[in-house]
């Protein structure tokens, strides 16, 4: 990065500017439902296409747990409620010291990957991987919507580095 940028830390800065959502995406550690499963907090998820239907999220070069969602092929996104912070807190911690995800929440395995949905999600969105891009320090993971629910409730939102409930009013 150029000095007129700032850096990586100017970068990040600016960037907590942009108001998001957070989402848990998980993945299973064998490719088999009901073994062992991880999960992780983005706020990268993003729709890119609808036909055919594809989404998004940017994953470290280096994480575990973009190895794991390679391997197992699988994954889903459970889009955050207001009342999840403490969710996103635990499943922010890197590889070795993330709790177990029954030790942080109550997860469903989703109808068709079986990778672990929060119950009570505003949305779920589960994937089977379609491609991966490498982009600098991130990669670029491409998911195939398989399957797709709804449960109407206020999501958890992302600025500053701080998580915000501002649409706690929406109709549940
Ligand atoms: C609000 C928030 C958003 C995050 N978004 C991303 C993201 O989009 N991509 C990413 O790789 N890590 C993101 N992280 C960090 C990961 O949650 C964390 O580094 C991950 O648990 C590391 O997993 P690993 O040790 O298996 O690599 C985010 C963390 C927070 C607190």
Known sequence: MTASTGGRDRLRTV?????TGICV???????????????????????????????????????????????SGVWAASILGSGTAEVAKALSRPYGSRPPLAEVGAWHPGPETGCPVLDGSPATIECELYRCVELGDHVLVIGSVVGLD????????FHRGAYHAPFSDLPR
């Open 15 to 19: 960037m907590s500017e942009l108001v």
């Open 25 to 71: 995406v998980s993945t299973l550690v064998h490719g088999r439902p009901g073994e062992a499963e991880d999960a992780v907090v983005v706020n990268s998820f993003t729709s890119v296409s609808l036909d055919p239907p594809l989404v998004s999220l940017y994953l470290r070069q280096d994480s575990t747990f973009l190895n794991r969602l390679r391997r």
């Open 150 to 157: 709804t449960t109407p409730a206020p999501p958890l939102v």
